[in-house]
């Protein structure tokens, strides 16, 4: 008679001797390790999947040979054992997670000028759409100096998606398929976050590095300067703003659109 319990046992055992097999390879060798995970039986690759804990990055679809332990190894400590001259390392790298800021902030900025330049609909369409893509690349160009500036401070820049969303304090651009007015409205209280935490920025910077202080407040002035082409269309004769008091970018739309 067939002992069941024998067969459970082994069959455990024989998943488990076949996981052991796959950390092993994975181990030795993470990027030749997939075709091996690959060729498993199902059962035998979801306990695979259980035990390793790199799950989610395999779900996305980032190389599921790769085990998270390894790839961070691979990427390297975020600061380097240098700074630039006459700055302490601890300095080095206060500037640079103020710079961080600056990066993703600049990196969020050019995205949303991009959805805007699609996303603008009716009368005035080609001024806005025109006048939006030379901003594009002034603030793409901001944000390589600020990024090229962090790693000569001696850290590693963070130019990704997951670090704009992690070092912003709002929420995605929300006016969509609009009018001109409404986003132009909408862009001035995206211009005044990014301005404000700016001169935040040179404020803090001006006692540690003068040098970083100057590269600010040159991106400053020219955003300052592209905010008062998009104040020109909210103004009105009196000199007040359509955007005045308005606390959302969906507030600023509707009372300008
Ligand atoms: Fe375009």
Not at 85 to 99: C, F, N, Y
Not at 138 to 152: N, S
């Amino acid at each position: 008679m067939l002992d069941i319990d024998f067969v459970v046992r082994s069959k455990r055992r024989n998943i488990s001797d076949r996981v052991e097999n796959a950390w092993r390879h994975e181990q030795k060798s993470p990027a030749r390790s997939w075709p091996v995970i690959r060729d498993l039986p199902s059962r035998v690759r979801g306990e695979f999947a259980r035990r390793r804990p790199d799950t989610q990055a395999t779900e996305r679809g980032i190389h599921p040979g790769v085990p998270q332990a390894v790839s961070k190894r691979k990427r390297g400590p975020r600061m380097s054992k240098f700074t630039v001259p006459g700055l302490s390392d601890d300095q080095g790298a206060r500037v640079a997670d103020i710079l961080q800021k600056r990066l993703s902030a600049y990196n969020d900025l050019h995205l949303t000028l991009k959805h805007i330049h699609w996303n603008v609909v009716g009368p005035n369409f080609i001024g806005v759409h025109e006048m939006i893509d030379p901003q594009v690349e002034l603030v793409r160009g901001y944000a390589d100096a600020v990024a090229e500036r962090i790693a000569a401070l001696g850290k590693s820049p963070d130019g990704t998606p997951a670090a704009i969303t992690r070092d912003r304090t709002w929420d995605d651009y929300s006016v969509h398929r609009d009018t001109a007015q409404a986003h132009l409205g909408a862009l001035d209280l995206v211009y005044s976050g990014v301005v404000e935490d700016n001169r935040k920025a040179i404020a803090e910077t001006g006692d540690l590095d003068p040098i970083t202080e100057d590269l600010l407040i040159g991106q400053t002035g020219e955003l300052e300067k592209f905010q008062w082409f998009v104040r020109a269309h909210l103004e009105n004769s009196g000199g007040s703003l359509s955007t005045n008091g308005a606390h959302s970018e969906k507030q600023a739309a509707s009372q300008t659109r």
